[in-house]
């Protein structure tokens, strides 16, 4: 029973093209996030949603949209991909604040972008 | 400005060896810090955190850290590595303006 869990796992595509990231929790959390992690490992925050509202919106081109139907889900969409945005792109949710609390990671969506 | 550091990008350690994986972070209050490890294809999981009180934490798996505020560091350790250790260790510190950040990783292969 996945606590967070991603789909697609995999998604290749070509520049140019519209993706989306769907994102879900069984948790009970409050919190989601979407992370990047870049080729050399490096990990960044995107956003992050509480009970439905946007609360940290890093500096992040505008082509990347998060939404959050529930306080369940939170999905991400890109419009017409960069090959700059090839990455794994992690969920995570957590209960507690973002700087105190255990976060809660799903297993990645690798994105290639040709 | 809130920086993680972790000096060591790749460690090689044999199994039944001890292990210890360095973090220095530079900040200008008492941090909340945290290491995490992440396995390969999977996401990341909390080792263990520190708030305040002892300054020695111990996490899951069989690791502990030791928060040394005068060198600013919070190190990993464990006593005797197995080989299901082998993966990527990240450190990270959260502030107050509610936010977290990662040092950049220390992979560690175990060898037989």
């Known amino acids: 029973d996945t606590a967070v869990s991603q789909t697609p796992k995999y998604l290749v595509t070509q520049m140019g093209n519209d993706k989306s990231i769907k994102c879900e929790q069984n948790?009970?959390?409050?919190?989601m996030y979407w992370y990047k992690q870049d080729s050399k490992k490096f990990l960044k925050i995107m956003f992050s949603?509480?009970?439905?509202?946007?609360?940290i919106n890093e500096t992040v081109p505008n082509r990347f949209s998060p939404k959050s139907p529930d306080k369940a889900h939170l999905n991400l969409h890109i419009n017409s991909l960069e090959l700059g945005d090839s990455a794994v792109y992690f969920c995570?949710?957590?209960?507690?604040?973002?700087?105190?609390?255990?976060?809660?990671f799903g297993e990645g969506s690798r994105l290639t972008v040709l | 400005a809130q920086s993680v550091t972790q000096p060591d990008i790749h460690i090689t350690v044999s199994e039944g060896a001890s292990l210890e994986l360095r973090c220095n972070y530079s900040?200008?209050?008492?941090?909340?810090l945290f290491w995490y490890v992440q396995s390969p294809g999977q996401g990341l999981q909390l080792l263990l955190k520190?708030?305040?009180?002892?300054?020695l934490v111990q996490g899951i798996k069989g690791f502990e850290a030791e928060f040394k505020r005068s060198q600013s560091s919070f190190n990993l350790r464990k006593p005797s590595v197995h080989w299901s250790d082998a993966a990527e260790y990240f450190c990270?510190?959260?502030?107050?303006?509610?936010?977290?950040?990662f040092g950049a990783g220390t992979t560690v292969t175990v060898r037989a």
């Open positions: 995570a949710s957590s209960q507690e604040a973002l700087n105190t609390g255990e976060l809660f």
């Open positions: 948790l009970g959390h409050d919190t």
């Open positions: 949603y509480n009970n439905k509202e946007l609360i």
């Open positions: 900040y200008g209050a008492t941090p909340y």
């Open positions: 520190y708030f305040s009180g002892d300054t």
């Open positions: 990270a510190v959260g502030r107050n303006d509610y936010k977290l950040s």
